[in-house]
C-alpha cells in the first residue's frame, strides 16, 4: 500500500458541495481522503507528507476534444503562426530553414497560419512556396487543419494536376488562368495530412518499428499536455495506426494521459473486426466514434444557413445528406457507440440534431440497455451522451433542441483569442452568438471544454480565460453576455469535460475512491483576476498517483 498526504494546499475539489480542503490523501493511486489536515493525518498516521506551501491543487484537468497524435507530429514542424511570422517573407524563411534539417523523403513542413492574420491578409501561393524550397516538396498547414497550400513538387507527388476538377467534399484555390495556386481545401487536404502522417511514421521509424516513432510521436505531445495540467484527452480523430502508436506507448507505461479516442467513423469496421472497441487500460479507451458533418469556422468552411461575407465566400461544405448522417449514427448507436458529430455550422447543425433526434426518439433501447428507467425526463434518453464537436453556430433554437435532446456539447473557449477577430470578420452580424456558453449552459447543456489543438495550443488556461474573459486578440469582446465565472470555466476542463467521457465516476473532481488526478498550481485560477489566469505556473502533473509533469520538486524522486 503506498500513502501520500499532501496538505498546506488550497484545494479546489470541484465537487459539489464540497467545503473547504487544505489536505489530501492518495492510497494507491486514488484518493482517500480530501478535507483538513488533522483528518486526513489521522485516516493515515504512517503516510508520507508532503507540505505544498499554500499552493493550489485543482482535479486533472481534461481536454474533450483535441488531435493528440497531430500535436506531436506538428511539434517538428517550422512553426508559421503569426504573430511570430508576420508575412509571406517570414513564412518563407521558416520553411527554407526547415528544408536544412528535414531529412530526404521527408516533405519540409510548416504550419500554424492564418492568412487574415498576416500581412498580405491572403494565403500564400505555390509559387511562394518554390521560392523558399524549390526542389523538393513542401506543405504549410493552416492553423484550422482545413486547409494547406502545396508548392509545385508537392502538388505532382500529391497527384494534384492544372485542370483538375475539385474532388468531393473539397475544392482547389486556383489563379486568374484557372491553374491551381497551391491552395487545397477541406477532404483532399484531410487524406493529405493523414498520408503524410502515416509516410513519416513510417520513416521515421526502422522497418518494422512504425508503431515505435509513433509512440514517439504521442510521448512527445504527451510531454507537452501534462505541462499544461492536462491529466486526460480526447484524441479526436483515432485511426488504426495511431491507435497502434497510443497502444505501445501505454504498453510501455509511457503515456502521461489517460487517452479517450474517437474513432473516425471509416476505420470503425477495422476496430469491431479487430474486437478493438472499449477500453483496453485504465489510459487507453475506444468506446467513440467521430463524424465530421461540416467544415471548420475559421478556414470559413462551416456550413451554414447564409453565405460568407469573406473568401472563399459560398456557404460552407456538407459532408453527408441527413438521411446518410442519420443513418450512420442508427449503426454506431447500434453498436455501443457514442457518437461525437463535428459541426460548426448552423446548417450542419440542424441536421445533426435531426439525426440525433430520429435515432433516440426511435431507439429507446440505448437508454433500455444501461439500466436507464423508463420514464425519464427529456434530454436523458441520450445514454450515450452523443455528443456535437465545437457548436460555433449553435445558436439559441438549435441550442435549446440540443438540450431537450440531452446532446453533450464540446466546445473551445480558446478560440475567441486566437481566432475571434477572424470568426467576426466572417459573421459579422451573429458574432455575439459563437460559442454561446452561458446561454447553452442555461438551456442545461453540458458543455465540455478543449482545445483543438494543434488548431490552437491545448493549453487549458488559455480556455479558461478565454470562457471568463470572451476577448479577441484586437481586445473585442466577443458576445459579453456569454461571459462565464471562474468556477464555470473550470468546470468545463474538470467536472463537464469527464462527464461527456463517460468518467464523472472517475476524474474531474477530487472526492474519495475517485483516481488521483490532480494539478499544483502556484495561484488559485478561481481567486486569479481573469486576465492572468494564463499566467499561473504548473508547478506539477498528476497522474494516479505518479507525477507526469514536475517544474521544480515538489515530489522529491518521483
Ligand atoms: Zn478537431
Known amino acids: 500500500m503506498v500513502e501520500l498526504i499532501i496538505e498546506d494546499a488550497v484545494i479546489v475539489t470541484m465537487a459539489a458541495g464540497a467545503g473547504p480542503a487544505d489536505a489530501m490523501l492518495i492510497r494507491d493511486g486514488r484518493i482517500a481522503a480530501v478535507g483538513h489536515a488533522e483528518t486526513v493525518r489521522a485516516a493515515a498516521p504512517r503516510a508520507e507528507v508532503v507540505r505544498l506551501g499554500g499552493a493550489t491543487v485543482i482535479p486533472g484537468l481534461i481536454d474533450a476534444h483535441c488531435h493528440v497524435a497531430d500535436i506531436g507530429y506538428l511539434a517538428a514542424a517550422a512553426d508559421c503562426g503569426q504573430p511570430s511570422a508576420p508575412d509571406i517573407a517570414a513564412i518563407q524563411a521558416r520553411l527554407k530553414q526547415a528544408a536544412e534539417r528535414t531529412p530526404d523523403g521527408t516533405w519540409v513542413t510548416g504550419a500554424g497560419y492564418a492568412e487574415y492574420k498576416l500581412r498580405e491578409g491572403r494565403h500564400p501561393t505555390r509559387t511562394e512556396l518554390d521560392e523558399a524550397v524549390p526542389n523538393r516538396p513542401a506543405v504549410l498547414y493552416h492553423t484550422s487543419l482545413h486547409v494547406c497550400v502545396l508548392n509545385t513538387a508537392a502538388l505532382q507527388e500529391a497527384g494534384f494536376a492544372d485542370g483538375q476538377p475539385d ?197 429507446l433501447s440505448a437508454g433500455l440497455s444501461s439500466g436507464l428507467p423508463s420514464g425519464v425526463a427529456a434530454g436523458a434518453g441520450n445514454s450515450r451522451r452523443h455528443r456535437i464537436e465545437h457548436g460555433g453556430a449553435m445558436y439559441p433554437p438549435l441550442a435549446a433542441r440540443a438540450a431537450a435532446l440531452g446532446i453533450v456539447v464540446a466546445s473551445q473557449p480558446g478560440f475567441l483569442s486566437s481566432l475571434g477577430d477572424g470568426f467576426l470578420a466572417a459573421f459579422p452580424e451573429t458574432g455575439d452568438e459563437l460559442y454561446s456558453f452561458a446561454s447553452w449552459q442555461r438551456a442545461g447543456i453540458t458543455v465540455a471544454g478543449s482545445s483543438d489543438a494543434p488548431v490552437i495550443t491545448a493549453d487549458p488556461r488559455i480556455g479558461i480565460r478565454d470562457a471568463i474573459l470572451r476577448r479577441t486578440g484586437d481586445g473585442r469582446v466577443l458576445g459579453p453576455a456569454e461571459r462565464l465565472a471562474a ?57 494516479g498517483g505518479t507525477p507526469v509533469y514536475q517544474s521544480g520538486s515538489i515530489f522529491p524522486g518521483r
Open 167 to 363: 474532388p468531393p467534399g473539397g475544392a482547389f484555390g486556383r489563379d486568374s488562368e484557372g491553374r491551381l495556386d497551391g491552395v487545397v481545401y477541406e477532404a483532399p487536404m484531410f487524406a493529405l495530412f493523414e498520408a503524410r502522417i502515416r509516410h513519416d511514421i513510417a520513416q521515421a521509424g526502422a522497418a518494422g518499428a512504425a508503431s515505435a516513432a509513433g509512440a514517439t510521436i504521442i510521448e512527445t505531445a504527451g510531454e507537452r499536455l501534462a505541462g499544461f495540467g492536462l491529466t486526460s484527452a480526447c484524441d479526436a480523430d483515432m485511426r488504426r495506426d495511431t491507435f497502434a502508436a497510443f497502444a505501445e506507448a501505454d504498453a510501455a507505461g509511457r503515456l502521461r494521459q489517460r487517452i479517450y479516442g474517437l474513432v473516425v467513423h471509416d476505420q470503425v469496421d477495422w476496430l469491431l473486426g479487430a474486437g478493438l472497441q472499449g477500453r483496453h487500460s485504465g489510459q487507453l479507451a475506444t468506446e467513440a466514434v467521430k463524424i465530421w458533418a461540416d467544415g471548420g469556422m475559421s478556414s470559413r468552411t462551416a456550413a451554414i444557413g447564409g453565405t460568407y461575407p469573406v473568401p472563399p465566400y459560398g456557404s460552407g461544405i456538407l459532408y453527408f445528406e441527413r438521411d446518410e448522417l442519420t443513418e450512420m449514427v442508427r449503426d454506431f448507436d447500434a453498436h455501443g457507440f457514442q457518437v461525437c458529430i463535428h459541426a460548426q455550422g448552423d446548417r450542419a447543425i440542424e441536421i445533426v440534431l435531426d439525426a440525433y433526434a430520429a435515432v433516440l426518439s426511435s431507439g
Open 487 to 543: 468556477r464555470d470555466a473550470l468546470a468545463l476542463y474538470t467536472t463537464q469535460a469527464a462527464y461527456a467521457c463517460h468518467r464523472e465516476n472517475e476524474i474531474g473532481s477530487l472526492e474519495p475512491d475517485k483516481l488521483a488526478d490532480f494539478v499544483v498550481l502556484d495561484q488559485n485560477p478561481l481567486e486569479t483576476d481573469a486576465a492572468l489566469i494564463s499566467d499561473i505556473g504548473v508547478l506539477a502533473t498528476v497522474l
